[in-house]
C-alpha cells in the first residue's frame, strides 16, 4: 500500500512501522546485504536474550564465529539468495523456527538484495507439549505392562503362606500398615521374603491400582542414577526415557538395601518422602506421589550403629520396623511353603507330584540358610528331577548341603578349600542330573547350565577323581 492509497486513516502507516514491529509476537531480526544487523524487535531479545543495544551494527559472521548465534539464515540467504527455514536454540534455552527472506532491491527484476528479514517463532512450548506427549505415551506402556504383569500374577497364586504363630504375628501387623501409608522398613535375611511382604503390604493398600516397583541401588551405576530414578531426555534421539520414580507415580517403590543408597540420593530420598517432592540437581522441583517401603539385612539399631544412612531417613523408618525371621525359627511354616511350591509346579505342568514322609521329615529338619527362595529352588528342582510322582530324599539333593552347611558352622578347619567343597558339590548334582536324563542337554537345562559347560565341567570333574569316568561315548 502505496502513501497515496492511505485511505481515511489520520496517520501514516510508514510512520508506526516500528512501533508495530516492536508489538510482533514473532521475533524479527533484520539485516543490510552484507550481513550486518539493522534491527530487531522485542520479541527477538526476549527469545534469544540478546539485546538490540548490543547487537545492532553488528555482523553476524561475527556473531557466528564468537557462538552468539549457533546457525545463521542470514548468511544462508546471502549465499544462496533463497528462502532459508530451520530450527534454531538460543542460549535462553528457548527454541524457534526461524524463516530469513531476502528483500530484492525495488524495481523491476532487480537482483540486488538489500537487507535479509528474519521471523523467529518460538516453539518452546510445543517442544515442551511433544516431549510431555511422549513421556504420557510412554507412561501409557508402562501402565500396560503393568496391568499384563497383574493378570499374569492372578492366574498364579501370589498368596502368602504363614501357618507359624510368628508368621501370623508379622501377618496381623503387615495387613494393619498396608492401610496406613507410612514408610515401612522390613528387615531379615537374604530370602526370608522381605519383597514380597512389601508387596503384600502394596495388594493390600489404597495403591494397588499403581505400580509396585523394586530398586536395587548396588546395580545401579553412579553416572545413572539420577536418571534411572528422575528420566533422561536424549536431545539426540528425541527420545524420553522415563524415570522409576515416575513410573511408581502413585504406587509403591520398594528398595531392596537400604544401606545401598548412595550417599547423594539419601537427601534426596528424604526430600520425596518428607515433601513429596525433590529438588534436582538444576533446581528443577519434582513431585512426587510414592509409598516407600525398605529392605534390609540389617535391623533398624544396626543400621543406626553403622551410620552409613542419614539419622533422619532412620528415624522416619524407626515408625514401623518389621522383622520377618528366617525360615528355620519358624518351622512350622517349612510344610506349608513345601506344599505351596509343589501346588505350583503341578499346576503349571498338569503332574501330580508329592514329598514322601522321608523327604518331609529331612527337609523340616533342614536349617535352611537360604530362607524360603533356597526352598523354592528346591522344591522346583526336586519336582523336575524326580522321575516317579512321589518325591523321595534321593531327589532333594540335600545330604550334601546338610554335610556343606554343616561343616559351614563349625569352626573352619585351618586350612579348609572351599573351592574343592563347591565343585564336590556341584559335580554330585551334575551327576545325579545325568543319572536321571541319560542326556547332557537336559541334565544340563535341569541345572540351569548350558551343555557345553556341563560338559566342560564333567571332564575337568571326572579329571579330578569327581564323578565317575563314563567315556566319551556318555559325553556325547
Ligand atoms: N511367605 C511366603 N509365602 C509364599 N512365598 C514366599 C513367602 N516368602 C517368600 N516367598 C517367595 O520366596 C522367594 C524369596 O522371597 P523374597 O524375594 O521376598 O525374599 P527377600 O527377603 O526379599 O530376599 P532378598 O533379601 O534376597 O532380596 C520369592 O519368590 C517369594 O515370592
Known sequence: MGKGEQGNFPFLIQDYLEAILENFHDGIYITDNEANTVYLNHSYELISGLLKSEMIGRNMKDLVARGVISRSGTLAVLETRDTFTAEQSFRTGKRAIITSTPIFEEGNNSENIIMVVTIVREITEIYSIRRELRRKEQLNRTYLQEVERIQREMTGNTEIVAVDKKSIGLMRVVERVS??????????DNGVGKEKMAEFIHKHSERSE???????????????????????????????RMGMLESAERGTIYIEELSEIPLKLQIVLLELIREGACVLGDGTVRKLNVRVIAGSVYSLEELKSKS????????????????VVPLRERKE?????????LNQHNKKTGENKKFDRDSYKILLDYHWPGNVLELKNLVQRAAIISPEDIIGPQDLFIEENIEFTSKR?????EKY???EEIARLEASY???AFKKYRNTRLAAESLGMDSSTF???RQKYEKAGLMKERGKKALK
Open 308 to 323: 552409613i544412612i542419614n539419622r533422619e531417613i532412620l528415624d522416619i523408618f524407626s515408625l514401623f520396623p518389621l522383622e
Open 417 to 419: 578349600d572351599l573351592k
Open 455 to 457: 560338559v566342560r565341567k
Open 210 to 240: 499403581f505400580s509396585f516397583l523394586r530398586i536395587n541401588f548396588s546395580v545401579i551405576p553412579e553416572a545413572e542414577l539420577m536418571g534411572y530414578l528422575f528420566g533422561i531426555y536424549d536431545e539426540k534421539s528425541g527420545e524420553y
Open 179 to 188: 492401610m496406613v501409608d507410612n514408610p515401612i522398613l522390613l528387615s531379615g
Open 430 to 432: 551334575m551327576e545325579k
Open 409 to 413: 558352622q563349625e569352626e573352619l578347619p
Open 333 to 341: 511354616d517349612i510344610v506349608p511353603l513345601l506344599d505351596f511350591f
